[in-house]
């Protein structure tokens, strides 16, 4: 087993630029993000942007994959792909998920967004899922273990009846793509490798409405839905162990997710 890269100074500085610009490109995107449009042309501008800005999108040709971000719609877990055939409607909840490479390094991070009236139920899975995140990045500081992320998290969605994906993790990341170690986000506390200064990884929750279980498309090898086609919800952001905490380098502040 490959060990948890602990990055220097520099690695942590280029790190931190490209999961900026992923926090930048979602800030970005979302004024573009309303009823009407097609995820592709979401897809098109992220992609726009992010060359832009002298980066390349990871995912496109990621193990085959097609599109330059995953866009996931309603009972899609993630790895939506984006399509000219999917448009956005009212009432839609979606996550947007971005990872940029730039100079080398790779920063990781996703938002969902809710499309004008949804049900209540929608736009409570919504800000408890990023609630649960939070949880979880409170969780980050040399000493303490991974499965407490998990731990946290998994404890937290139960209390409010949700389900946790555990066939979907967040991981190291930073030089690659995806790094040691996997981060579980439901886990037995205190289990797991323990957190030093100079990790990073993402933590990435994704909470269902019904049951955990995801399908992965047969057509397509990538979208992974709810088995029961229920609501399902995510945000990811790209986390640095420091020798107090935690920082978040992929958070570029406050912006507008309801649309
Ligand atoms: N960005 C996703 C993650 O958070 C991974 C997408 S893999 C892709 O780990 F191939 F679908 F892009
Ligand atoms: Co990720
Ligand atoms: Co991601």
New binding site residues.
Partial sequence: MDKIIIKTEEQISGVRASAQLAGNTLKYISEYVKEGVSTLYLNDKIEEYIRDNGATP??LN??G?PKAC?ISLNNVI??GIPSDKEIIKEGDILNI?V?TILNGYYG?T?TMFTIGECTDQAFDLVENTEHALYLGIEQVRPGNYFGNIGFTIGRFAKSKRYSVVYEFCG?GVGLK??EEPQVEHSAPRNSGEIMRPGMIF?I?PMINIGKAKAIIDKEDG?TARTVDNMLSAQF?HTILVTDSGYEILSDVGEYEIFK
């Fill in positions: 990871a995912p990621y193990n994959f995953c993630c790895h998920d990872t990781d996703s991981h793509f995806h993402t990435e990538w990811e």
